[in-house]
């Protein structure tokens, strides 16, 4: 009786090991080439350089224009728009992954909830929707280009009553 109970703790101990390294795993997943502490929490992918030097200096109207004819095919981007094939981006710097209740978001982007869209997780997912989030039901190449990422990101910062601060160099 003894022994099985002892061999039903050690079971319960690898369970909860278990549970824990996949949880740990998922999250570590879910950071990609996001710099976390100066270091990268996994390498980012070849020919990607961050954009969010350049969101400062960047062309919003370039941005505006690429946003208007690329993402609103799929995305409305004023202040209450509906969802489309994606959801409305109004306000979407800093805004955690997944908020519109009314949008049924892939698993992929759901558990990220506790995050941000920073500048960072934005420039990341824009490079490569399905490597910062595989499984996103975003189908959509990615940005390669660095100044258009920025571009980009630069007009999503202007979708908002109170623009968030730009990202320092
Ligand atoms: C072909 C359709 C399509 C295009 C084009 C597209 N998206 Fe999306 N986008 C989606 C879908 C669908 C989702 C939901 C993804 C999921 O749940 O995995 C999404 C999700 C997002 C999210 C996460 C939103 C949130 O509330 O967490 C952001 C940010 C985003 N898209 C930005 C963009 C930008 C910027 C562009 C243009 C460069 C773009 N998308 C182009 C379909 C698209």
């Known amino acids: 009786m003894r022994i099985y109970r002892l061999a039903k703790t050690a079971a319960c101990a690898a369970v909860v090991l278990a549970l824990g390294l996949s949880a740990g795993m998922a999250q570590a997943g879910t950071y990609h080439y996001i710099k976390e502490n100066g ?19 960047a062309n919003v109207a370039k941005g505006e224009a690429y946003a208007k004819s690329t993402c609103g ?26 908020h519109i209740t009314s949008f049924n978001y892939s698993s992929a982007i759901k558990s990220m909830k506790m995050r941000p869209w920073s500048y960072q997780e934005l ?7 399905q490597i910062h989030a595989p499984g996103t ?33």
């Open 39 to 57: 270091k990268f929490m996994v390498p980012p992918p070849a020919g990607w350089t961050s954009s969010v030097p350049l969101i400062a200096t």
């Open 73 to 98: 095919a799929c995305h409305t981007l004023n202040e209450g728009g509906g969802t489309r094939f994606g959801p409305n981006l109004w306000n979407i710097v800093d805004r955690p992954h997944a």
């Open 123 to 129: 420039d990341s997912f824009l490079f490569a929707p």
């Open 137 to 169: 039901r975003m189908p959509f190449a990615g940005i390669k280009d660095t100044q258009t990422r920025a571009d980009v990101i630069a007009y999503l910062r202007t979708l908002s009553n109170h623009p968030k601060p730009l990202p320092k160099k």
